[in-house]
């Protein structure tokens, strides 16, 4: 039950595009079309964002969008806005468990 | 308005046992899975346990397993967490949540449970 790949931190400018990667191996990732990603603001409690590898939530934003391949699952934000600036978390089944990944800081400069 | 409760957390010592509970309101509560998830101080989230909506069937992450109990009153609309032999690596923010289908669609605000002597 090891924690998924993500990237310490990213960062991007305003209107630009960032991407989050998340890597894990055929038990999880690889293994399911399970992938769903998680906003954290500070002190705040996760918001989901996408889950199904690909699909949003009633009410995100259509700039956020997930997909995958093999063993790593990715999650794009375009058009960064200011309050995009949290941590992004993504999570997959693992048969019978589900494992997080380590998050990612997303800044927006 | 769908909204879940946290409450139970405190400090306890090493070795010791605590009951976290969560209340469920704004949903059928008897027809959803329910799930523990956690945040140590400033780290990342991570899976607890899981448990069918009929409490049949629970699943623990292998670190809580022998420790952790979850169960649920879907008569009383909530969710508990028993957390027994308790260790300082488990001091976190212990977070209820809601799934729907396979994402965990609405989360406690968390509770704090903190281990030490």
């Known amino acids: 039950q090891s924690a998924l790949t993500q990237p310490r931190s990213v960062s991007g400018s305003p209107g630009q595009s960032v991407t989050i990667s998340c890597t894990g191996t055929?038990?999880?990732?690889?293994?399911?079309?399970?992938v769903s990603w998680y906003q954290q603001h500070p002190g705040k409690a996760p918001k989901v964002m996408i889950y199904d590898v690909s699909k949003r939530p009633s009410g995100v934003p259509d700039r956020f969008s997930g997909s995958k391949s093999g063993n790593t699952a990715s999650l794009t934000i375009s058009g960064l806005q200011a309050e995009d600036e949290a941590d992004y978390y993504c999570c997959s089944y693992a048969g019978s468990h589900w494992v997080f990944g380590g998050g990612t800081k997303l800044t927006v400069l | 308005e769908v909204q879940l409760v946290e409450s139970g957390g405190g400090l306890v010592q090493p070795g010791g046992s605590l009951r976290v509970s969560c209340a469920a309101s704004?949903?059928?509560?008897?027809?959803?899975?329910m799930g523990w998830v956690r945040q140590a101080p400033g780290k990342g989230l991570e899976w607890v346990a899981n448990i069918k909506p009929d409490g049949s069937d629970k699943y623990y992450v292998d670190s809580v397993k022998g420790r952790f109990t979850i169960s649920r009153d879907n008569a009383e609309n909530s969710l508990y967490l028993q957390v027994n032999s308790l260790r300082a690596e488990d001091t976190a923010v212990y977070f209820c949540v809601r799934w729907q289908g396979n994402m965990m669609v609405t989360w406690g605000q968390g509770i704090v449970a903190t281990v030490s002597s």
């Open positions: 704004g949903f059928t509560f008897s027809n959803y899975w």
């Open positions: 055929s038990s999880d990732v690889g293994g399911y079309n399970y």
